[in-house]
């Protein structure tokens, strides 16, 4: 499959554990994007890269969330201290230029229950 | 606040009928505007997007959404809906040559066969 992977697809853990979630973009896209998603709304914007530069983040990421992309390739998303307010799905997405009429692609997301 | 709102959270059809989705987006300028599908259990999927000439846009499986600017609104239409349609649509936008997109809150569709 050459689309957007993500990895874990489940991760039950404890509040107040750490956990990283991977994302391997389509090989030849420069953009790579974290949302967030919540039962009953919209994916929500977290950051996004151009290659390995972080270039925006959103005013949800607090500060025990942490992003790297550190060769512009794949992607790690870190949340520290994990409180029960971060259960959700984590969405990865990737492009090209997207003001040039490319499509961003989504990959499956990577659950998160926080007990 | 720039945003993007889908007038309806739940819709409930018969096969066969004519489906149509709000959305509305809150921004005086450049605007492109995309919808996505997520079916149960799968990732989010481009439908069809709009980013310049034809108002009218049309997408996969029998979609088409129409810019209408005057109105700030692009919705999603179908003429005739199948039971495989049943799924969640996002109506997204893309402003001012931001590089990120922003989502409305969605549309569950449900078709009764």
């Known amino acids: 499959d050459t689309g957007v992977s993500q990895d874990p697809r489940h991760k039950i853990t404890k509040r107040g554990q750490n956990v990283t979630f991977r994302c391997d973009p389509i090989s030849e896209h420069n953009r790579l994007y974290w949302y967030r998603q919540t039962l009953g709304q919209g994916p929500e914007f977290l950051t996004y890269f151009q290659n390995e530069a972080q270039l925006e983040k959103s005013r949800l990421l607090s500060d025990r969330f942490s992003a790297e992309r550190p060769k512009g390739s794949f992607s790690t998303l870190e949340i520290q201290r994990t409180e029960q307010g971060d259960s959700a799905m984590y969405l990865c997405?990737?492009?090209?230029?997207?003001?040039?009429?490319?499509?961003?692609?989504f990959g499956e997301g990577s659950w998160l229950t926080v007990v | 606040a720039q945003s993007v709102s889908q007038h309806n959270h739940h819709v409930i059809l018969s096969e066969a009928a004519s489906l149509e989705l709000g959305c509305n987006y809150s921004y005086g300028g450049t605007v492109n505007l995309f919808w996505y599908v997520q079916y149960p259990g799968q990732h989010l999927q481009l439908l069809l997007k709009?980013?310049?000439?034809?108002?009218l846009v049309k997408g996969i499986k029998g979609f088409e959404a129409e810019f209408i600017k005057s109105k700030f609104s692009f919705n999603l239409r179908k003429p005739s809906v199948q039971w495989s349609d049943t799924a969640e649509y996002f109506c997204?936008?893309?402003?001012?040559?931001?590089?990120?997109?922003?989502f409305g809150k969605g549309t569950r569709l449900h078709i009764l066969p």
């Open positions: 709009y980013f310049s000439g034809d108002p």
């Open positions: 997204a936008a893309l402003l001012n040559r931001d590089d990120k997109i922003i």
């Open positions: 997405a990737s492009s090209l230029d997207p003001n040039t009429g490319n499509t961003i692609y």
